[in-house]
Nanobody, 128 residues
Framework: QVQLVESGGGSVQAGGSLRLSCVAR????????MAWFRQLPGKEREVVAG????????DYADSVKGRFTISRDNAMNTVHLQMNNLKPEDAAMYYC?????????????????????WGQGILVTVST
């Protein structure tokens, strides 16, 4: 069973930065597509960014392009999400997820139902 553990959330003022990290345990994470999702209370969980570990290909939601960067640290089995120029609308619970590599090939990385493993979530708040 894949275990994902997030860290790095917290509170920041608008325009500030935060870095989220997701440590993958219990499997060879290189064989997966890793992604970050976020969710507001009462709203659907939406994908923010994705990373195909095998070749380093990245994908981003339009709302975060140019502000967020997803990256990896293979030695630590970790995927990071660097969030810059944060806006109040970025405040949410953020989740790390792992899915099959086919998410990249088929272009279905936005499909939440395709992800088999999830972290517990970490809160990000952005104040004005």
């Amino acid at each position: 069973q894949v275990q994902l553990v997030e860290s790095g959330g917290g509170s920041v003022q608008a325009g500030g930065s935060l870095r989220l990290s997701c440590v993958a345990r219990g499997y060879t994470y290189k064989a997966y597509y890793m992604a970050w999702f976020r969710q507001l209370p009462g709203k659907e969980r939406e994908v923010v960014a994705g990373f195909y570990i095998e070749d380093g290909t990245t994908d981003y939601a339009d709302s975060v392009k140019g502000r967020f960067t997803i990256s990896r640290d293979n030695a630590m089995n970790t995927v990071h999400l660097q969030m810059n120029n944060l806006k109040p609308e970025d405040a949410a619970m953020y989740y790390c997820a792992a899915g099959p590599p086919s998410l990249r090939w088929l272009g279905t990385w936005r499909d939440i139902s395709q992800y088999s493993s999830w972290g517990q979530g970490i809160l990000v708040t952005v104040s004005t």
